[in-house]
């Protein structure tokens, strides 16, 4: 399946669903670009390596190449999200299960935003997606098994990797540079800094960018009045309106994230930031290799958890980490139980 630039707009001109239907998704992409791409820059602003506008001018650009270059290599991530859940058989009552499910991601990101907590926006989609295909089947007969099971996969990766990485790049850093003098060493490591915070908003293109672009092939194929799972190609167009969409909400920017997430949760130097950074990327573009989607706000925060535990656990200023832990626990039941019972309104009320 896929769908030219021509039929995208004869589609919207013609079919007021599908019009609904693209006027929510891009609300979607743009608040993830608002509200998750912070994450990605948190560190180079706290440590003072660029200034907050530069940092967020810097993973607009690079969130837009991570879209455009990773879904023309490996569109698997997408794919998963497109045949992770069953809305059925009827066409227009999938179609407003996906609405629902749509608001209510926007509404958890929206107050999770606003409360400053770096919320899961990847674990949100899912978690909404799904609780809209249980509430429409009567069942988890509305969820893919197969294919939900590699986001269980995903949360352990990103746990794992993300804090393992920050420690032992840490350590190893330290080991290295233990007879420099630190001074000598600042300029290497705030350089090193920007080209992570650089890699980390690329590699958040990377994967959300597909998460979404899943989400809006999979629309307009109820738009259109296809059901179930299907292989379906990314057009060049689609590739450039997402990448857009996140620029423009990372453009916006998100100061309340960075500043929990940079500076409230460990106190970094330079170096740490540079080893934070380097491990969350590399954890990122391992998972976007073999095309599992993971959380982009779990690999920051668990590899800046990290680093700041190489040194020793009380440099982790754990109770915020609990606040963002329980948001994460929190997400898939608040956000499955947003979607569930948004269904169940609209397919009351349209």
């Avoid at 092939?217 to 057009?235: D, H, K, R, V």
Wanted: net charge positive; charged share 10%.
């Amino acid at each position: 399946m896929t769908i030219t630039f021509q039929e995208f707009i004869n589609e919207c001109l013609t079919n007021p669903s599908f019009l609904i239907i693209t006027v929510l998704i891009s609300g979607v992409i743009l608040v993830n670009g608002w509200t998750d791409a912070p994450n990605a820059i948190a560190t180079c602003v706290s440590t003072r390596c660029l200034s907050p506008k530069k940092s967020i001018i810097m993973a607009a650009v690079f969130n837009f190449l991570g879209v455009f270059t990773m879904t023309l290599i490996n569109s698997t991530v997408a794919q998963t999200i497109f045949n992770m859940v069953d809305f059925g058989g009827d066409a227009s009552s999938a179609l407003t299960a996906l609405c629902a499910a749509l608001v209510a991601i926007v509404t958890w990101a929206v107050a999770a935003w606003f409360f400053g907590i770096p919320t899961s926006e990847s674990h949100a989609l899912i978690a909404g997606l799904s609780g809209a295909a249980i509430a429409l089947q009567g069942g988890i007969s509305g969820i893919n098994g197969s294919e939900w099971i590699k986001v269980i996969y995903g949360l352990v990766m990103s746990t794992v990797l993300g804090f393992g990485m920050g420690f032992g790049i840490t350590k190893i850093i330290e080991l290295i540079c233990k007879n420099i003098q630190r001074q000598k060493t600042i300029k290497f490591f705030k350089a090193t800094q920007i080209v992570g915070g650089a890699s980390m908003a690329f590699m958040h293109g990377a994967q959300d960018g597909q998460k979404f672009m899943g989400v809006f092939l999979l629309g307009t194929s109820l738009a259109s009045g296809y059901i179930g799972a299907q292989t379906f190609e990314i057009p060049i167009w689609l590739i450039i309106l997402c990448s857009g969409l996140m620029t423009l909400g990372t453009s916006i920017g998100g100061y309340k994230i960075i500043k929990t997430v940079g500076m409230g949760m460990v106190k970094l130097e330079v170096y740490q930031g540079a080893a934070a950074d380097i491990s969350s990327a590399t954890s990122l573009f391992i998972a976007s290799f073999l095309g599992i989607p993971v959380s982009t706000t779990h690999t920051k925060t668990t590899a800046i958890m990290g680093v700041g535990a190489s040194r020793r656990l009380s440099n982790v200023n754990w109770s915020v980490v609990k606040e963002m832990v329980l948001a994460w626990i929190l997400t898939f039941p608040g956000c499955g139980i947003l979607g569930y019972l948004a269904t169940l309104v609209f397919t009351k009320i349209l």
